[in-house]
């Protein structure tokens, strides 16, 4: 039985679980693939530290040439993270001839055009299904089993920790800081977590996920990034009442000859599926014109739900191998040649439904001052609920609104004329509606 | 650019949906696949019948032979249903040596030994994504996205009619000859339903999808399959009352050296992912070992979700031509040699938690002579619900038993014997829960 070897650059979480699932699994790996498959060489900045797998059979050294300059290895596994050492790694294992599997979010998100303008000039294969969304096989739906489809939607929820937060927000009352000190104690959490809770996290995945489905490479920064760090137990509760849950989306449809793309907290109806996904779970909604609605759900993150896709992965292009090809799909889903550029839309030139919700004295006219000043802006009010009355005149109350489709910059600067207002006694919260046409 | 042909048996409404695709998106498929997929010929019993598309440029015949003999044919899809002719079609294109396409369930479940020997002599390929589950990728899941883990269990709400008159039901409290009825006015039920409701369809998926996440070739018939017409609304109520929702599941699961397929109405969990799965949508939870648990959600049925998957396949096998290989991925996940003989556990074998309704008089003893004999054959109760007192002595009232995990035998042993008790005014009912371990 012929043998693949697998050269691995990163020793940590992941790359222990790869070398694990690799071991536990050889029987059945054999009798998928026809093949073995062995890690005979990894390389980490560190071959002395202590690991959770043991290492025997495999040669650990800080030289990447080990890996890179070794005519013996024919997968290169990238799982070492960052975008500096990976991405040189990358590129000379690409350089090298060796086709590549990465989970690196980042990698692939922020040096999209130069990683991927590699591959397809040297025509080989890069796995990533673990950079997205961990054990949910949702970008080898998007290049295969969609492949017959023009996607109009994609929208995820990507993010664990952030839906993990969320969730224990809207279960519980509790404020958002609180669950985020609770999160960080359950390991959830990172100490500095402003990567997953600011959006960022979740913005690499929704470029990948875009990319992959248009055939393009969209300029990372450009994607608008809102974290979910001022939503507030008081507008979970009052979107509950409308009938809807908070969630942190990553959203990307086609918009012309350009691309929404954008993450922030979002208002979805209760009862769409998306809705049920709680706790540290990942899903993807997907709409394509044949297909319409598909959903893809699993965990997003952890040593064996992503080591599993990096396996993957791995038997993918070792299937590649003992067939004799380099590949068999484009890396980005279409052909040499038929990448496109796509722009992404600002944030400003959004539409969309909005929930509003004002702190205002409970005076007459209030609301006349409010929705005249919104009208002047091209909004309609599609619903009002004041929840509940002053006790006495001074105390301020809440009022909040929801908004038929209005344009993100009229939306924008509505609220800083309302904010002039002498009745406004606090910021105005603002959170986007998804009505999925 | 290269043109691959295919040849298309059967032009009805997925045939029509699949020519209609191919057409209307054929620039995206250009740009994906770098060449042009036409349908060039095409075979029905009837050619000169009206279509809902235009059949221009396509060749119509009644003769098998003008594909099946046709050297410029390059994939040859299967849409006529039925498993006489289809079969004869597919062994024939497979013994012309060309790549196959089908969405034909009832042919792979119930000849599964014979179509899968043919492709696996042949070192074919065969596409049968559309065969379960329309537009949900989930076959590609089984055999791409989870190729390196052990299948722990794959749940599946697979048959879109019982699913929408189950949902109906639960919503409006209808009984289900009611719902039925209106299912079939809609079309969303044959006016001949059995096929449907009383579970065929669904074994049929569940052959499929057990057969590729074992590698195996079950027997079709030694499925148990038990459908939904005798559920009724209060059953539907006291189970909602003690948080479960009623689904009929298709369930596949290693055991030991068998495997569990069986397709019956299920008691699962209100906070379950599927529970959420509601009208003619389909989905399928799979848990593997390493990626935990996973769900594809979408369309099951329809021209278009189901022509995306037969477009997808027919995408997939062109591919395979444009790189000039014949198969990169065995057709059961396994390669030649490695296919396992498993058989199927008996039903009365089952170990499973049951939600079991018994119409009794309201008379002391009652409870303790049932629970006697259940007890006397090994069943722990783990709940009990009356949910109202006879308003008079001879009336009878519901008991509700929720029992611990008992085998299938001794239940079925323990309801013959309570029949017999001279306190039993009606027949009990039996729904088997599903507690996810």
Redesign the interface.
């Known amino acids: 039985m012929r043998t693949i070897n697998v050269g691995l650059f990163g020793l940590g979480v992941v790359g222990c679980?790869v070398i694990s699932?690799?071991r536990r699994?050889r029987g059945?790996?054999r009798?998928?693939?026809?093949a073995d498959l062995r890690v005979t060489h990894a390389v980490t900045a560190n071959p002395k530290k202590k690991r959770s797998v043991a290492l025997r059979g495999i040669s650990v050294s800080k030289d990447p040439a080990t890996i890179l300059s070794n005519p013996g290895i024919d997968i290169v596994v990238e799982l070492v993270g960052g975008t500096t050492h990976a991405k040189s790694y990358v590129l000379g294992a690409l350089d090298a001839g060796k086709p590549v599997v990465t989970a690196n979010k980042a990698l692939l998100a922020e040096h999209a055009r130069e990683i991927f303008g590699r591959v397809y000039e040297k025509e080989l294969s890069i796995g990533f299904?673990a950079s997205v969304a961990?054990?949910?096989?949702v970008l080898?739906?998007l290049k295969?089993?969609?492949?017959?489809?023009?996607i109009r939607e994609i929208v995820g929820i990507v993010n664990g920790t952030s839906n993990y937060i969320l969730s224990k927000m809207s279960a519980e009352g509790t404020p958002f800081a609180e669950v985020l000190a609770e999160a960080q104690r359950l390991g959830y959490a990172e100490r500095d977590p402003t990567f997953d809770v600011e959006g960022h996290d979740a913005a690499h995945k929704l470029a990948i996920l875009v990319n992959l489905a248009y055939?393009t490479t969209i300029d990372y920064s450009k994607i608008y990034k809102e974290g979910i760090s001022r939503i507030t137990p008081t507008d979970i509760t009052y979107a509950r009442q409308m009938g809807y849950v908070v969630k942190l989306l990553a959203i990307g449809k086609l918009s012309g000859q350009r691309v929404e793309a954008r993450v922030h907290p979002t208002l979805i109806s209760v009862d769409h599926?998306l809705a049920?996904?709680n706790g540290v779970?990942n899903a993807v909604f997907i709409t394509?014109?044949?297909?319409?609605?598909?959903?893809?759900?699993?965990?997003g993150a952890?040593a064996?739900?992503t080591?599993?896709?990096v396996?993957?992965d791995?038997?993918?292009l070792a299937?590649?191998q003992l067939?004799?090809?380099q590949?068999?799909?484009?890396a980005l889903?279409?052909?040499?040649g038929?990448l496109r550029n796509l722009s992404v839309v600002p944030i400003h030139e959004l539409e969309s439904e909005y929930y509003l919700r004002f702190q205002v004295l409970d005076r007459v006219g209030v609301l006349a001052s409010m929705t005249k000043i919104m009208g002047n802006n091209n909004i309609s009010i599609q619903s009002m609920v004041q929840p509940a009355q002053a006790d006495h005149p001074e105390d301020p109350v809440q009022v909040i609104l929801i908004t038929h489709r209005a344009r993100d910059r009229d939306v924008q600067k509505s609220l800083r004329q309302i904010a002039k207002l002498n009745f406004i006694t606090g910021p105005t919260q603002l959170i986007r509606i998804e009505s999925f046409e």
Chains 1, 2 share one sequence.
Not at 134 to 137: D, K
Not at 144 to 150: K, P
Not at 288 to 299: F, H, I, K
């Open positions: 679980g699932i690799l699994n059945l790996i009798a998928r693939l026809g299904e961990g054990g949910i096989p080898r739906s295969e089993g969609l492949s017959g489809d023009h055939g599926q049920a996904v779970f394509g014109d044949n297909v319409d609605a598909t959903m893809s759900y699993g965990r952890g064996l739900p080591g599993s896709a396996v993957s791995i038997i993918d299937r590649n067939a004799g090809i590949q068999k799909i484009p889903s279409v052909t040499k038929e």
